[in-house]
């Protein structure tokens, strides 16, 4: 069992929540935050404390009405052995949660992994505050929405195929690189809040198994595949007749990579390649030395190490190689990116601010939007950035947005044709 050691600041919150009722109460903040939790529940006795700490402070500090919060790899990376670390995190989470003035909670966790068809490891977790006047969540089966939400607490775990306030599902078999199934997928809810209608949207895409045919060309066969996977994903709710079409946040571990050939070449302009074959072929690697014989970059199938690694992927020249979403920009929108790389970062409570020398520094965890999004909400009130720069939060740390929501958008956005 973990316990917070600070208790929850309810001073802050109430500071906060008297300064923002000076501004203007006809619209509702959002906090939206993505996490991939994977690395937690391998380590609960020393990482799930700092990592909940960690979100409550942010969370306090900017008092939002409505909370949105996407998890990837819930039950950790060996999700057999961990997965029983689930509802003790909940648990928790709930518990601190309850001190504020949030009191509608709903929480979708997808931990049947006897299920491989259906398995994502997802977690959709969502409060909302009680000066909410209208919230409404959308009903898949009924193709309508359920009537207003009581006060309390709903927890849907373990196998939630049925729940149908939620639409969850993986990608198809033949998406998956060398056909294995993966946890790889998307859960979905769509909410009135306060007579504006929003889908919020987990996503989870396909990582890089090997840095050496990462970097053999850009796009990458990766990073084709996430992106055929995310387009069929938007395509999915474009298409969808019986529940219509409402502005969208999608938001999770994309995986989006840096252009690894493009930062090799960059790294690489004035040294030599050395190629070390070892007998297993997997143990292939490529050194690029300096002209004193010196290792400054290696880059092997999971190795990724530079003689400047702390520092050099921290620098503002790597955002020019963040390209995955540039062909997609008619489709998805997404706010400037001021913070560093969200992964991968050392998983060691002592190394909190070090890259593991695995792969190439990337933002994996993002925040996008339907372009229609602007319609719905305040466009300069937003702030889009990393919860946990200086603390240990796993190999990813968190990313999360605020934005203002207008009321009362939903009649002139929302169409619906059964």
């Known amino acids: 069992m973990f316990r917070l050691k600070v208790p929850f600041d309810t001073q802050v919150w109430e500071t906060s929540e008297k300064m923002e009722s000076k501004g203007d109460?006809?619209?509702?903040?959002?906090?939206?935050?993505?996490?991939?939790?994977?690395?937690?529940?391998?380590?609960?006795?020393?990482?799930?404390?700092?990592?909940?700490?960690?979100?409550i402070s942010n969370a306090t500090r900017v008092n939002p009405k409505f909370l949105a919060l996407h998890l990837q790899e819930v039950g950790g990376k060996t999700y057999e052995n961990s997965m029983g670390n689930v509802q003790e995190f909940i648990r928790c989470l709930c518990e601190e949660m309850a001190k504020t003035d949030f009191v509608h909670v709903h929480i979708y966790?997808?931990?049947?992994?006897?299920?491989?068809?259906?398995?994502?490891?997802?977690?959709?977790?969502?409060?909302?505050?009680?000066?909410?006047?209208?919230?409404?969540?959308w009903n898949f089966l009924t193709h309508d929405w359920d009537e207003k939400l009581d006060k309390g607490n709903r927890i849907y775990s373990g196998n939630i195929e049925n729940v149908p306030t939620k639409?969850?599902?993986?990608?198809?078999?033949?998406?998956?690189?060398?056909?294995k199934w993966s946890?790889?997928?998307?859960?979905?809810?769509?909410?009135?809040?306060?007579?504006?209608?929003?889908?919020?949207?987990?996503?989870?895409?396909?990582?890089?198994?090997?840095?050496?045919?990462?970097?053999?060309?850009?796009?990458s066969v990766y990073c084709k595949t996430r992106r055929r996977a995310l387009v069929h994903t938007i395509e999915r709710f474009h298409l969808d007749e019986k529940n219509g079409s409402v502005p969208f946040f999608i938001f999770g571990d994309f995986n989006?990579?840096?252009?690894?050939?493009?930062?090799?070449?960059?790294?690489?302009?004035?040294?030599?390649?050395?190629?070390?074959?070892?007998?297993?072929?997997?143990?292939?690697?490529?050194?690029?030395?300096?002209?004193?014989?010196?290792?400054?970059?290696?880059?092997?199938?999971?190795?990724?190490?530079?003689?400047?690694?702390?520092?050099?992927?921290?620098?503002?020249?790597?955002?020019?190689?963040?390209?995955?979403?540039?062909?997609?920009?008619?489709?998805?929108?997404?706010y400037p990116i001021s913070f560093i790389p969200s992964y991968p970062f050392e998983e060691d409570p002592e190394m909190p601010t070090d890259y593991m020398s695995t792969r190439c520094p990337s933002w994996c965890d993002r925040i996008l939007m339907a372009p229609q999004i602007k319609d719905i909400i305040k466009s300069d009130e937003w702030k889009y950035d990393m919860i946990g720069q200086t603390v240990c939060m796993g190999d990813h740390k968190p990313i999360y947005l605020t934005v203002h929501l207008k009321p009362n958008k939903d009649l002139s956005l929302f169409r619906k044709s059964i």
């Open 25 to 55: 109460q006809s619209d509702t903040k959002l906090l939206l935050v993505t996490a991939n939790v994977g690395s937690l529940f391998e380590d609960p006795q020393r990482l799930l404390t700092i990592w909940l700490e960690e979100f």
């Open 109 to 137: 966790m997808d931990e049947d992994f006897k299920s491989a068809e259906h398995f994502t490891a997802l977690g959709n977790i969502y409060f909302g505050h009680k000066d909410i006047c209208l919230l409404r969540i």
């Open 167 to 179: 639409e969850k599902a993986k990608f198809p078999q033949h998406f998956f690189p060398e056909c």
């Open 183 to 219: 946890r790889k997928g998307f859960m979905r809810t769509r909410w009135e809040i306060n007579g504006t209608a929003v889908d919020l949207v987990n996503i989870h895409l396909f990582h890089d198994a090997s840095n050496l045919d990462a970097c053999k060309d850009f796009p």
């Open 256 to 334: 989006f990579r840096c252009d690894t050939a493009g930062v090799v070449k960059e790294l690489t302009a004035n040294l030599t390649a050395h190629r070390v074959q070892s007998v297993k072929n997997e143990n292939t690697k490529i050194n690029y030395r300096n002209s004193d014989g010196n290792n400054i970059l290696t880059v092997g199938k999971k190795e990724f190490c530079h003689a400047d690694h702390q520092l050099k992927f921290k620098e503002f020249w790597l955002k020019d190689y963040d390209k995955e979403l540039e062909p997609l920009r008619d489709i998805l929108v997404e």
